[in-house]
């Protein structure tokens, strides 16, 4: 196995997610005396992510995987359970035990890059000053030149160069937006970076760049990555590692050829059997595992189970206990199934 | 006789400032009854320029030429009134987005019944009958009582089979569907896939679906035609152009796909380099000259006409370098 060096089992935990639920309060009816209901975004999740690899997260919309992605920023409302960075302290909830202090730092080595590449740049900044701004708002007293040099420096290794330094971001394609996005998130030498779905509005030839220039950029400054996405096919390319949510729930979670090669959840399954594969002669030839219905709606999630509505193997025990995740496997990849083995194992695709 | 033939059709957009801008330039192709044509391309590439052109429904500043006959009449030259006994009737259409493409003031059986009730002069309570069992084939559940929901009620994947079933409600013979799973999820976009291949082979109808997937147009489509900057790049079935493409953007997009059979993830993708042009920047070459990688002189001099490739007899491509070029590339 040729896998990325930094990416072993043995790498630090950089950070570390601990059954950690995201609620949202919803209004129940149209009146103020409705009262509120709890809508479960986040429930319950936890992993981990180790330097210099890349995690995968994926899940149809609703799933909560943005949700998740933002509340280890500190984006999303964190009801319980803790995030840990370096494995020595509790960055969130940071209202309760944590100092002011200790979120600055996560800020600082926790970078994000969003889905819409043009959305997330203010349209009233040059290019220089959006990529400028993470080196100023973090304090880090730098002389004028430095600053410039830096992200001179940045926006070459994206991709870019001077001429691009006074553009506002609306004389851009998308892909050189993401472009922009990069480098202002990697300008402050984070140590993680989230990825919010970074390729999914691109065009397929940008796309491919874009994925390259994360993979390039992961490797030379052993970056981690938590990568956002519902493409599976792009998730394979560029993780290590790879979870799979649904309703808020983690369903499976383990090394990305595990996942991808054998993936034991029936949710995996049908997830990979959807994809269509760009190859008439295999994709016509395939028999989908087509699933039933649509994703419940959060604010009332089956019992039990949350995927035993639409899952082809439920049985009624499914009905009555929430799985918990049991580890499987030489790469000890955790499952929360509780019909792993019984269900009649089919690989979703023709893989030799 | 074809279903319908498209010859030489150009989309021209005049702007207040500057040149005109030629979204869509010489598109040429034909479906027969029954067969599935897929128009493939980047965004920005006129593959729903095309068709709108063809439905009329261009923007106000938008001017079409060339010809495109349905059973032998022009579609372009029509009046409005006899483009709207077509348009909605005999050729259906779906749009990309299920929810602004309903009217959310109505219920579904008001937009249902409507289109029944104008083109067939369906009295309300068959033109009802007819839009629950059309409902009942596209699979929505409880039909009967959902008919009377409003369209926020519905969920993505539910909305795109109302849009189709609104679609199919006048049987046409042929369906146009933009771009109809890309605000879906993959589970769901399966399933309409899967419903969409069922209508062609249970009923017949000629389905063309635009879309920047290669992964749905494998599963579904017959023919493909590619298209890059307005253009028509390569045209072939879509057994062809997946085992052989013969254009180099065609073999750019395909390998520039991460795949899920890929063994080696370690392997950079492919890539095109650059960005697709504007409209308005197309020079008088090649279109793609500027990103592709067996560009020659004569590919920034002149535009390569759309021809046979030697060799592949059912492929048309644009391209001045020899095919075995291309498929060589291909694999190494």
């Known amino acids: 196995m040729n896998a990325t060096p930094l990416a072993n089992q043995n790498a630090a935990t950089l950070l570390s997610v601990e059954n ?46 943005s949700t998740l992605a933002r509340a280890i920023v500190g984006l999303a409302p964190v009801a319980s359970g803790s995030v840990r960075w370096l494995g020595d302290e509790t960055v969130l909830p940071a209202s309760t035990s944590s100092t002011t202090r200790d979120t600055s730092r996560l800020r600082r080595d926790v970078q994000m890059i969003f889905q819409d590449p043009l959305a997330s740049l203010d349209p009233r900044m040059t290019i220089e000053q959006i990529v400028a701004e993470p080196l100023l708002t973090h304090g880090q007293n730098l002389a004028r030149t430095d600053v410039q040099r830096r992200v001179l420096t940045m926006l070459e290794r994206v991709g870019l160069n001077a001429q691009h330094l006074r553009r506002y971001p609306h004389e851009f394609s998308g892909g050189q937006c993401q472009r922009v996005g990069i480098a202002r998130a990697l300008i402050g030498e984070p140590q993680l970076v989230i990825c919010d779905e970074p390729v999914s509005a691109l065009d397929v030839s940008i796309q491919a760049q874009i994925v390259n220039l994360l993979r390039d950029l992961q490797r030379e400054l052993s970056l981690s990555l938590l990568f956002v996405a519902h493409d599976l096919a792009v998730v394979k390319a560029i993780s290590h590692r790879v979870l799979v949510m649904y309703l808020g729930r983690v369903m499976e979670f383990g090394d990305k050829r595990d996942v991808y090669r054998t993936p034991r959840h029936p949710y995996t399954r049908a997830l990979l059997s959807a994809v269509p594969v760009p190859d008439p002669a295999v994709e016509r030839a395939r028999r989908h595992l087509l699933l039933r219905g649509e994703i419940a709606s959060p604010l009332n999630p089956p019992s039990g189970c949350a995927f035993r509505t639409r899952c082809p193997d439920a049985i009624d025990a499914c009905a009555t206990q929430i799985p918990q ?28 | 006789m074809p279903l319908l033939e498209v010859k030489d059709l150009g989309v021209r957009f005049t702007r207040r400032e500057g040149a005109p801008v030629d979204a869509v330039q010489g598109v040429s192709f034909s479906l027969e009854a029954g067969r599935t044509l897929g128009i493939v391309g980047e965004s920005g590439s006129g593959k729903s320029q095309t068709v709108m052109a063809l439905l009329g429904l261009l923007a106000g500043n938008g001017r079409v030429s060339g010809t495109a006959s349905y059973r032998g009449k022009n579609l372009l030259t029509m009046t409005e009134a006899e483009l709207n006994r077509i348009r909605g009737d005999r050729i259906g259409m779906i749009f990309q987005d299920p929810m602004t493409s309903l009217n959310p003031f109505l219920t579904i059986e008001r937009q249902m019944t409507e289109t029944l009730q104008l083109h067939r002069k369906m009295p309300r309570r068959e033109a009802r009958r007819r839009a629950i069992e059309t409902l009942e084939s596209v699979r929505i559940p409880d039909a009967a009582r959902r008919i009377g929901m409003y369209p926020h009620e519905f969920s993505g994947g539910m909305r795109q089979r109302v849009m189709i079933a609104m679609a199919l409600l006048s049987e046409p013979e042929i369906l146009i569907a933009d771009e ?10 399966a399933q309409i896939i899967e419903l969409l291949r069922e209508l062609n082979r249970e009923r017949g109808t000629a389905i063309i679906l635009i879309t920047h997937d290669m992964g749905v147009v494998a599963g579904l489509c017959d023919d493909v035609m590619v298209m890059y900057a307005g253009q028509t790049v390569e045209q072939a079935s879509a057994a062809a152009l997946f085992a052989a493409p013969t254009h180099p953007y065609t073999l750019g997009l395909l390998n520039a796909l991460p795949r899920l059979t890929d063994e080696d993830d370690d392997r950079p993708l492919q890539t095109i380099p650059g960005n697709p042009p504007l409209p308005g920047e197309v020079g008088a070459g090649c279109a793609f000259a500027p990103r592709c990688a067996f560009c020659s002189e004569r590919c920034r001099e002149s535009r390569p006409p759309l021809a046979a490739a030697e060799g592949y007899l059912d492929a048309l491509r644009a391209c001045h370098r020899p095919v075995a070029e291309i498929i060589e590339a291909q694999h190494a």
């Open chain 1, 325 to 352: 995740p049991v580890t499987h496997g030489a790469n000890a990849t955790r499952v929360a199934c509780i019909r792993v083995g019984h269900a009649p194992e089919e690989a979703p695709l023709a893989n030799s």
């Open chain 1, 20 to 65: 950690l639920k995201v609620q949202f309060g919803v209004p129940r009816g149209g009146f103020p005396w409705s009262g509120k209901t709890t809508l479960r975004a986040v429930d319950g999740v936890s992993f981990d992510v180790r330097r210099g690899e890349t995690v995968g997260l994926v899940g149809e919309s609703g799933c909560g995987k």
């Open chain 2, 180 to 189: 109809p799973t890309t605000a879906l999820d993959v589970t769901v976009q």
